[in-house]
């Protein structure tokens, strides 16, 4: 059976204690309906992470002592930001679950000149709150040691000229598809080293326009082809990291 995660802020934290309060520790005392004696994994800010036994379970708060650090690390070789600018609802937190799965450090989303929906900042918070709700449940459900940040941006040139470092930075380009540089993202995936930073930009359902294409390359994004078949917006991102993964953690 499966042991249950639980990431828990470092106030939760003591020397041999970690309290899980709140959403979560509902989930474990009525919903999995543990006890006394039962064992979770639960990981800190840092990502570290412990085996923990539940000394006392309560609907709002589960008491558990420290007994074993967890050695194991499924965090990739490298950090990847994913910026990928604004999708209907159902479409954006696909990409946000999955892509967490996968191993993704970062999560940007951004307004494109083709974006079919508007984010509505009145309603930012809101919407962030949820985004990262998915980030939590999908790394506790993969087993990762972080979440991912999420992020928002103005526009396409605030992602690309902010200050953070990147060793490579991507364009997902429908435009270099229809060229027929079908061989840009293996390059690509060939120059990856461990530790390194990867920026990776998707478009909207409508492609990205050629003002914003050609300002990527500008800020040095190379842009790159996913293949003969023009992608969905929500496909794209999942294709790619595939990929990325492969290349980086599982290719012999």
């Not at 570290?48 to 708060?61: G, K, S």
């Not at 709150?129 to 999908?138: M, P, V």
């Not at 506790?140 to 902010?162: A, F, G, H, T």
């Not at 909207?204 to 294409?213: A, K, M, V």
Request: glycine residues 4%; charged residues 30%; contains cysteine.
């Amino acid at each position: 059976m499966k042991m249950q995660r639980y990431f828990v802020s470092d106030d939760q934290w003591s020397a041999n204690t970690v309290i899980v309060k709140g959403e979560q520790a509902h989930h474990i005392s009525r919903v999995m309906r543990m006890s006394s004696g039962n064992v979770i994994i639960c990981i800190n800010d840092q990502g570290e992470a412990a085996y923990c036994r539940i000394t006392q379970a309560e609907p709002d708060h589960v008491t558990c002592r420290i007994e074993e650090n967890v050695s194991s690390d499924p965090e990739l070789p490298v950090h990847i930001t994913v910026a990928q600018s604004d999708l209907k609802a159902d479409k954006y937190e696909w990409v946000v679950q999955k892509s967490t799965e996968l191993g993704v450090g970062t999560i940007t989303s951004f307004p494109a000149d083709h974006s079919v929906v508007k984010w509505d900042e009145k309603k930012s918070a809101k919407r962030i709150a949820r985004f990262q709700k998915i980030t939590r449940e999908s790394a506790e459900q993969s087993e990762r040691l972080k979440i991912p940040v999420i992020e928002r941006k103005s526009s396409l040139d605030e992602v690309l000229k902010e200050g953070q470092p990147y060793d490579h930075k991507w364009i997902m380009s429908e435009r270099s598809a229809r060229e027929g540089n079908h061989h840009t993202l293996d390059d690509a995936l060939r120059q990856l080293q461990r530790s390194e930073r990867i920026l990776l930009v998707f478009g909207p359902e409508g492609g990205f326009s050629t003002r914003e294409h050609q300002t990527a390359i500008d800020l040095g994004c190379k842009p790159v082809s996913l293949g003969a078949r023009i992608l969905r917006a929500e496909t794209a991102p999942l294709a790619t990291l595939a990929m990325l993964v492969y290349q980086v953690e599982l290719k012999r």
